[in-house]
């Protein structure tokens, strides 16, 4: 069984602390976010980190696995988009400045970072490493929803809400920027087509974020698996399974 190493790092941003449980000693550093209002422990509550054990003992993959914020951001409901966007740039703030640095200094020194979240967690995963490719060059996407304006989103949309909308800024990037996340990025999208990846919204936003990559030349993979996998913990475990070795 693979036993985890936890962290409680406080966030100045949050102004309260939140939890980090690493897994492994060695190998490539995985960021992982959880599913919606998920907290650090779900991995391994889930199976996931059972599944991943060769892995992670076998020194290819370390796991760090953070709490999230979206009960505060994405997911308060009585906030407008904009509020709810800004509140999340709290929980940003608290993953590069506290959570970044330990990871760094648990590996032994400053390297990248690959992202890679399930349901709301991939979203993160991909949003932070759109934002900040130079922290993070990989993500790996699990049945995401990549549209925060499609999440009963009301009010009008400020900047933090386009910026942190990959369907909204991404199209209307270019220059000096595009050219820099087509030589440092590469995602990797995986969804079902079964249950609940049609009314969550993850298969078509997982297309459209799929196509939107590929027309702005960034690397991207998109792989659909089949009518029988739904929206949920045992489908993922076997992506992962199935996928993490390759980047590790």
Known sequence: MVSGRHAELYSPAIGAPGNVVAYGHWGRPFLAFPAERGNAWE????????????LIDGGRAKLYCVDS????SWSNSSLPLEERARAHERYESWI????VPWIHADCGGPQDIATLGVSLG?????????????????????????????WDGWGERGEAAYF????????????DHLDWLR?????????????WEDTTGSLESTKRLAGLLAEKGIRCELD?????VPHDWPSWR???????KRFC
């Open 183 to 195: 030589s440092r990025l590469s995602v990797l999208l995986v969804c079902g087509q079964g249950m």
């Open 238 to 244: 076997a992506q992962l399974a199935h996928h993490l």
């Open 122 to 150: 991939a979203f993160h995963a991909v949003n932070f490493a759109l934002r900040r490719a130079d922290a993070f060059p990989l993500a790996l996407g699990l049945s995401g929803n990549y549209d925060p304006a499609s």
């Open 224 to 228: 659909l698996w089949g009518h029988d």
């Open 164 to 175: 942190n909308n990959p369907l909204d800024s991404l199209a209307h990037a270019g220059g």
């Open 96 to 99: 590069l400045d506290q959570v």
């Open 43 to 54: 991995y391994a509550d889930r199976g996931v980190i059972g599944a991943l054990a060769g």
């Open 69 to 72: 914020f979206d009960g505060a």
